[in-house]
Protein backbone atom coordinates (compact mmCIF):
# COMPACT_ATOMS: atom_id res chain seq x y z
CA UNK A 1 0.00 0.00 0.00
CA UNK A 2 1.94 3.11 -1.49
CA UNK A 3 2.26 6.35 1.38
CA UNK A 4 -0.81 8.34 0.10
CA UNK A 5 -3.65 10.06 1.74
CA UNK A 6 -6.34 7.22 0.80
CA UNK A 7 -6.41 3.45 0.85
CA UNK A 8 -5.58 1.51 -2.47
CA UNK A 9 -5.58 -1.70 -0.61
CA UNK A 10 -7.78 -4.28 -2.99
CA UNK A 11 -8.27 -7.85 -3.05
CA UNK A 12 -8.29 -8.62 -6.44
CA UNK A 13 -5.09 -9.58 -8.13
CA UNK A 14 -4.31 -8.49 -11.94
CA UNK A 15 -5.08 -11.82 -13.39
CA UNK A 16 -8.31 -11.78 -11.57
CA UNK A 17 -9.45 -8.83 -13.62
CA UNK A 18 -9.06 -10.46 -16.99
CA UNK A 19 -11.13 -13.28 -18.48
CA UNK A 20 -8.78 -16.26 -18.97
CA UNK A 21 -9.71 -18.65 -21.49
CA UNK A 22 -8.47 -22.08 -22.47
CA UNK A 23 -8.82 -25.05 -24.70
CA UNK A 24 -8.31 -28.45 -23.21
CA UNK A 25 -8.60 -31.53 -24.88
CA UNK A 26 -7.85 -34.69 -22.43
CA UNK A 27 -7.40 -38.15 -22.89
CA UNK A 28 -7.28 -40.52 -19.94
CA UNK A 29 -6.88 -44.14 -19.26
CA UNK A 30 -8.84 -46.25 -16.36
CA UNK A 31 -7.93 -49.09 -14.41
CA UNK A 32 -10.16 -50.60 -12.11
CA UNK A 33 -10.30 -53.50 -9.40
CA UNK A 34 -13.85 -54.86 -8.15
CA UNK A 35 -13.77 -56.27 -4.59
CA UNK A 36 -16.07 -58.39 -3.47
CA UNK A 37 -18.67 -56.07 -2.17
CA UNK A 38 -19.14 -54.34 -5.54
CA UNK A 39 -17.22 -50.94 -4.38
CA UNK A 40 -14.09 -50.99 -6.81
CA UNK A 41 -10.57 -49.05 -6.96
CA UNK A 42 -9.32 -47.00 -9.46
CA UNK A 43 -6.49 -46.12 -11.30
CA UNK A 44 -6.44 -43.02 -13.95
CA UNK A 45 -3.23 -41.82 -15.95
CA UNK A 46 -3.63 -39.72 -19.06
CA UNK A 47 -2.24 -36.60 -20.69
CA UNK A 48 -4.02 -33.03 -21.80
CA UNK A 49 -3.01 -30.77 -24.41
CA UNK A 50 -4.09 -27.17 -24.08
CA UNK A 51 -4.15 -23.78 -26.03
CA UNK A 52 -5.28 -20.21 -25.30
CA UNK A 53 -6.01 -18.17 -27.98
CA UNK A 54 -5.62 -14.65 -25.91
CA UNK A 55 -2.96 -12.44 -26.09
CA UNK A 56 -0.39 -10.67 -23.38
CA UNK A 57 -2.04 -7.73 -21.36
CA UNK A 58 -0.49 -4.80 -19.00
CA UNK A 59 -2.13 -3.40 -16.11
CA UNK A 60 -1.08 -0.69 -14.48
CA UNK A 61 -2.41 0.96 -10.45
CA UNK A 62 -1.70 4.67 -10.06
CA UNK A 63 -1.92 6.76 -6.96
CA UNK A 64 -2.13 10.74 -7.29
CA UNK A 65 0.28 12.32 -5.37
CA UNK A 66 0.08 15.57 -3.75
CA UNK A 67 0.85 17.94 -6.66
CA UNK A 68 -2.45 16.28 -7.89
CA UNK A 69 -0.52 14.23 -10.60
CA UNK A 70 -1.30 10.27 -11.72
CA UNK A 71 2.13 8.61 -10.99
CA UNK A 72 1.94 4.42 -11.76
CA UNK A 73 3.07 2.70 -8.79
CA UNK A 74 2.70 -1.15 -10.00
CA UNK A 75 2.83 -2.22 -13.86
CA UNK A 76 2.46 -5.94 -14.45
CA UNK A 77 2.78 -7.48 -18.25
CA UNK A 78 1.38 -10.92 -18.21
CA UNK A 79 1.38 -13.87 -20.64
CA UNK A 80 -1.22 -16.30 -20.03
CA UNK A 81 -1.41 -18.68 -23.07
CA UNK A 82 2.55 -19.96 -23.62
CA UNK A 83 3.53 -17.27 -26.04
CA UNK A 84 0.66 -18.80 -28.29
CA UNK A 85 1.77 -22.21 -28.49
CA UNK A 86 0.14 -25.12 -27.06
CA UNK A 87 1.30 -27.12 -24.15
CA UNK A 88 0.93 -30.61 -22.42
CA UNK A 89 -0.32 -31.49 -18.78
CA UNK A 90 -0.11 -34.89 -17.62
CA UNK A 91 -1.95 -36.26 -14.69
CA UNK A 92 -2.58 -39.20 -12.51
CA UNK A 93 -5.49 -40.20 -10.47
CA UNK A 94 -6.12 -42.86 -8.18
CA UNK A 95 -9.39 -43.27 -5.49
CA UNK A 96 -11.89 -45.53 -4.55
CA UNK A 97 -15.88 -45.75 -5.56
CA UNK A 98 -18.94 -47.11 -3.85
CA UNK A 99 -21.59 -48.54 -5.77
CA UNK A 100 -24.92 -47.22 -4.90
CA UNK A 101 -28.68 -49.24 -5.03
CA UNK A 102 -29.47 -47.48 -8.03
CA UNK A 103 -25.97 -48.68 -9.45
CA UNK A 104 -25.10 -44.80 -9.48
CA UNK A 105 -21.67 -44.49 -7.90
CA UNK A 106 -19.95 -42.67 -5.50
CA UNK A 107 -16.07 -41.48 -5.80
CA UNK A 108 -13.51 -40.02 -4.36
CA UNK A 109 -10.08 -39.82 -5.94
CA UNK A 110 -6.50 -38.16 -5.11
CA UNK A 111 -5.40 -36.20 -8.19
CA UNK A 112 -2.37 -34.68 -9.45
CA UNK A 113 -1.69 -32.69 -12.46
CA UNK A 114 1.83 -31.85 -13.57
CA UNK A 115 3.23 -29.82 -16.07
CA UNK A 116 6.33 -28.48 -17.31
CA UNK A 117 5.41 -25.46 -19.20
CA UNK A 118 5.02 -22.08 -17.71
CA UNK A 119 1.96 -21.15 -19.44
CA UNK A 120 1.68 -18.04 -17.49
CA UNK A 121 4.62 -15.80 -16.59
CA UNK A 122 4.51 -12.23 -15.82
CA UNK A 123 6.83 -9.03 -15.16
CA UNK A 124 6.05 -6.94 -12.49
CA UNK A 125 7.53 -3.32 -11.30
CA UNK A 126 6.66 -1.36 -8.11
CA UNK A 127 7.88 2.06 -8.13
CA UNK A 128 6.50 3.57 -4.77
CA UNK A 129 7.47 7.32 -4.12
CA UNK A 130 10.93 7.53 -1.53
CA UNK A 131 11.26 3.61 -1.56
CA UNK A 132 13.16 1.51 -3.95
CA UNK A 133 12.19 0.40 -7.45
CA UNK A 134 10.99 -3.22 -7.04
CA UNK A 135 11.30 -5.63 -9.56
CA UNK A 136 11.06 -9.25 -10.95
CA UNK A 137 9.34 -12.29 -12.98
CA UNK A 138 6.49 -14.78 -11.98
CA UNK A 139 5.29 -17.95 -13.59
CA UNK A 140 2.76 -20.60 -13.16
CA UNK A 141 3.12 -23.88 -14.10
CA UNK A 142 -0.04 -24.99 -13.39
CA UNK A 143 0.50 -28.18 -11.69
CA UNK A 144 -1.59 -29.30 -8.81
CA UNK A 145 -2.76 -31.71 -6.05
CA UNK A 146 -6.11 -32.19 -5.24
CA UNK A 147 -9.37 -34.54 -3.99
CA UNK A 148 -12.57 -34.76 -5.85
CA UNK A 149 -15.24 -36.46 -4.88
CA UNK A 150 -18.09 -37.16 -7.79
CA UNK A 151 -21.34 -38.55 -7.98
CA UNK A 152 -21.57 -40.75 -11.50
CA UNK A 153 -25.27 -41.66 -13.33
CA UNK A 154 -24.58 -45.26 -14.47
CA UNK A 155 -27.86 -44.86 -16.25
CA UNK A 156 -28.63 -47.96 -15.23
CA UNK A 157 -32.23 -49.11 -15.72
CA UNK A 158 -34.03 -51.47 -13.35
CA UNK A 159 -36.98 -51.51 -14.66
CA UNK A 160 -37.71 -55.64 -16.56
CA UNK A 161 -40.43 -56.18 -18.88
Given at each position: ?????????????A????????????????????????????????????????????????I???????????????????????W??????????????????????????????????????????????????????????????????????????
Amino acid sequence: DPPTGSDLTSNRAASREKDLFYIKLPVELERKWITNSGRFWNLNAGISILFSPQSDFETEYAIFLSNGQAKDFLIINQNNNNNGKPWLNYHLAGGYSWLLPKKNIIRANLKVNFSFTEFGSATYRFDIPSQPISEGQYGVTGSFIGLSLSYIFSGHNSSTR
